[in-house]
């Protein structure tokens, strides 16, 4: 297969520890396809492969460094001597809820997971963070109730859990940001008016009628119209309006 | 890695060049559009239309339909399991839905078969929301202000988009439901990019006639998934998600409906059933096939298998012969190879350059055109960059954006890549990107009507798995929208088969004893089984030392 972890090339090969096992792997090779490489076949541990699903988290150290380092299996590049394992689960506490009933409160988040108040601000929780998320920011400024800034900060976290796998407080803070995200996004930040009136629109047949037109015409004729329809400017503002009102409400 | 001195050597050449590039731009002084008839020629070199990359079918029901070899190979296949060997008397589950796909697509059908009280199952092969929907960068099309837009200028961008193959009735249903799918994420918590008075920010993708991209940051499809994904968990005592457990075939009764599916325990290694009143497919695409030996952008488990699961049951796949690459795949550093480029970098100014530092197309052209182009400048023309792996690419010169924009511009709008490309040394915002086109997207799948159903009763299709929304090239921002609309449609219509007209009947696997002979009568089979399930990366020759290991399909 073409794409298949390239080995065709000339390339210096180091060595890493997968699970304390040594494997000589070509240094240019992230975690992951080194793994694969080394004749591993993913199962877990694997997902997007590009650095966004959170299935891949790794934890490593480096030969006489008592320091813990962590990274993407795909997007971490090798290092020799590296002692690597994947985290690809860690057991988390999520709390259910009925979205629909919620108050958009602190409260609410408080209620649901109590546990939030035991964070010591240890900071273990920022400094192992993959995307370089500060989880400490982000659950105290949950602590004070600023559901936006916990949004905001929280923003990047893509849910591998390696936060909660060292919380000193035991609680799995991205469990916790997701609330807060949904409770922000659905029920604090302001709504779209726009895209209500539009939905009230179409359900009140706006453009049925323009469409079933559109749907039956020849290809020559849809053709006509769709080279001659009207193009937004790509560098106008939000005040642009079309000069012809066909097919708008 | 950073460059190689080879490669450092090359980037002189678009250094050379560049100033006077970015003063043609300031002038306004563009590289010419193609004319449709150009776009035409230039499309022969667009992977699609290269006949010895396709064949014909030889089994099935769209036999004699010629598509791409990789996708063939698991259709001319047989199955994983011997259908006597499993034992269709004793369900390890009953149901009322079942959902093969834990994306986007599966994980809204899941939701709304739910509001319609139906007890849901859904399997997925890896991690719920392990799907390509996480990957989606760019956006979410919908018409969504009133005062511009309409779903009747969505429609003709879309027919536009797919050169006017599309089925019109599945892309009515994609721009009319649009808004509403926008509104039910918007209520269920996704935070879209928006102003404070609550005004939905849009932009404008390869082409749209409005802008009427949303988008949440950059981000989009991870915070869509992750919502929706919250909300079905919120849903646990109705909707059980079964993990590392995809699904090998479906299952019929004696009245010719889905009835459930047989699944694979990917950890344990056992078979077992689920049966189900009605059954619904949103099982993505195919990236991880590797179509005419392309790297790709796709999850690990994008290997096609709904396509092949619901062919042996009898539905026929169409627009299969398209396949979208996107034109701006990392093709250096090895480690980020097939890696998304988003089309931004273009839209923002910056050049598509070859070997001699030349500019040879306009950057703001339809993906296929552009895929096409760059294909021609290095396999046909002989001007493309090589990399130290032996591939071919071509320059995206990234440095001209922070000529026109100003110094930091790179950074600031392009965090992501900016970052990933500085983990390997390479700082793009002096240094430009060496791309080729990745595989993207498969722009079709199995027949299936606007309200969910395929040709088998009881069984529905929903998102990437499908084909006809986006006839033979979808456009950006098209995709998102695509497994919401149809997700919720196929949820809410499977739901109300399960709850209305599914007949209980004896289970059967006769449709996969018969395509087995029908592939083996044809001598296509070649050994192989499908689906593949997952991809195969295990070196050749780890794989020639394990000497007491049975490879069945990509799976020991």
């Not at chain 2, 392990?130 to 956006?139: K, R, S, V, Y």
């Not at chain 2, 890696?339 to 100014?349: N, P, S, V």
């Not at chain 2, 993207?440 to 069984?459: A, I, K, M, R």
């Amino acid at each position: 297969m073409a794409s298949a972890t390239v080995t065709e090339v000339e390339t210096t090969t180091i060595p890493i520890f997968v699970m304390g096992k040594k494997y000589d792997v070509p240094e240019t090779l992230t975690i992951m396809k080194a793994m694969e490489y080394a004749g591993y076949q993913y199962i877990r541990g694997c997902g997007c492969r590009g650095g966004i699903c959170g299935a891949c988290a790794t934890v490593y150290r480096k030969a006489g460094d008592y320091k813990i380092y962590t990274g993407l299996a795909c997007q971490t590049v090798v290092e020799p001597e590296m002692y690597l394992t994947q985290i690809p689960f860690y057991p988390a506490n999520r709390a259910s809820y009925d979205f629909e009933t919620l108050d958009p409160t602190p409260e609410s988040i408080f209620k649901l997971y109590p546990e939030l108040f035991r964070c010591v601000a240890c900071n273990a929780c920022s400094k192992v963070c993959p995307m370089d998320v500060e989880v400490l920011d982000y659950v105290s400024a949950l602590k004070r109730g600023d559901i936006a800034a916990a949004t905001e900060i929280s923003f990047d976290c893509i849910q591998c859990g390696l936060c909660t796998s060292r919380c000193m407080g035991e609680m799995a803070q991205y469990h916790i940001a997701q609330l807060a995200r949904r409770l922000y996004g659905g029920k604090i930040a302001p709504k779209a008016e726009h895209l209500q009136k539009m939905c009230d629109n179409i359900a009140g047949g706006s453009f049925d009628e323009e469409l079933a037109k559109l749907k039956t015409l020849g290809e020559d004729e849809l053709k006509k119209i769709y080279t001659e329809r009207e193009m937004e400017p790509a560098m106008s503002d939000e005040g642009w309006k079309p000069e012809s009102s066909v097919g708008l409400a | 890695m950073p460059y190689t001195p080879e490669l450092q050597e090359l980037i002189k050449k678009v250094e050379a060049t560049r100033a006077e590039r970015v003063e043609r731009k300031k002038r306004g002084e563009e590289v010419p559009f193609l004319s449709l008839d150009e776009r035409k020629e230039r499309l022969k070199f667009h992977p699609d239309f290269k006949e010895e990359g396709r064949r014909e079918l030889q089994v099935g029901p769209s036999k004699g339909y010629a598509i791409a070899h990789e996708i063939a190979d698991v259709l001319e296949a047989t199955s994983r399991v011997a259908p006597e060997k499993v034992d269709l008397s004793n369900p390890a589950y009953e149901t009322d839905v079942l959902i093969i796909g834990g994306g986007g697509a599966g994980t809204s059908a899941a939701i709304l078969a739910q509001e319609q009280g139906a007890k849901v199952i859904m399997a997925t092969k890896l991690r719920h929301g392990d799907a390509n929907t996480m990957m989606a960068e760019g956006g979410i099309q919908a018409a969504s202000k009133g005062e511009k837009d309409s779903p009747y200028y969505h429609y003709l961008d879309v027919l536009g988009g797919g050169h006017f193959t599309n089925v019109p009735e599945l892309a009515e249903a994609l721009v009319k439901n649009a808004p509403d799918a926008i509104r039910w994420l918007e209520h269920h918590g996704v935070n879209f990019t928006k102003d404070a008075d609550g005004k939905l920010m849009t932009i404008h993708g390869g082409g749209t006639s409005r802008k009427r991209m949303h988008y949440a940051a950059d981000i989009t499809g991870a915070e869509i998934m992750r919502t929706i994904r919250d909300e079905a968990r919120n849903r646990g005592d109705d909707i059980t998600v079964l993990e590392f457990a995809p699904a090998v075939e479906l299952v019929l009764n004696e009245h010719g409906h889905c009835a459930g599916a047989v699944l694979y325990n990917l950890e344990t290694e056992e078979y077992f059933l689920v049966k189900a009143k009605s059954v619904i497919l949103a099982t993505g695409g195919c990236g991880r096939l590797h179509i005419q030996g392309f790297m790709t952008t796709n999850h690990y488990g994008a290997t096609a298998d709904g396509i092949v699961l619901g062919y042996r049951a009898g539905v026929p796949v169409s627009f299969l012969h398209t396949v979208q690459y996107h034109p701006t795949g990392v093709v250096f550093p090895e480690q980020a190879e097939g890696i998304l480029i988003t089309e931004k970098f273009r839209g923002a100014g910056a050049n598509l350059v070859n070997v001699e530092g030349n500019q040879f197309v306009n950057e703001r052209e339809p993906r296929d055109i552009e895929a096409a182009s760059i294909i021609k400048e290095c396999v046909n023309d002989g001007l493309g960059v090589p990399t130290p792996a032996g591939r071919l690419g071509v320059w995206l010169d990234s440095p001209m954006i922070e000529m026109l924009d100003g110094e930091g511009t790179v950074k600031r709008e392009f965090p992501g890549k900016y970052i990933l490309f500085k983990r390997y040394d390479i700082d793009i915002t002096k240094e430009p990107m060496l791309i080729y086109p990745t595989l993207h997207y498969q722009n079709g799948g199995l027949e299936f009507e606007s309200d969910g159903t395929t040709c088998v009763p009881g069984l529905y299709a929903a998102g990437e798995v499908g084909g006809g929304i986006h006839g033979a090239n979808r456009l950006m921002g098209n995709s998102l929208l695509d497994i919401i609309v149809f997700g919720r449609i196929a949820g809410a219509n499977a739901a109300q088969f399960a709850l209305n007209a599914a007949q209980d009947g004896a289970l059967n696997l006769d449709h996969v004893a018969a395509y087995n002979k029908e592939v083996e009568d044809a001598g296509v089979a070649d050994g192989r089984v499908a689906p593949a399930l997952l991809p195969m990366y295990t070196d050749e020759r780890i794989r020639e030392r394990q000497l007491t290991t049975k490879y069945v399909g990509n799976i020991r």
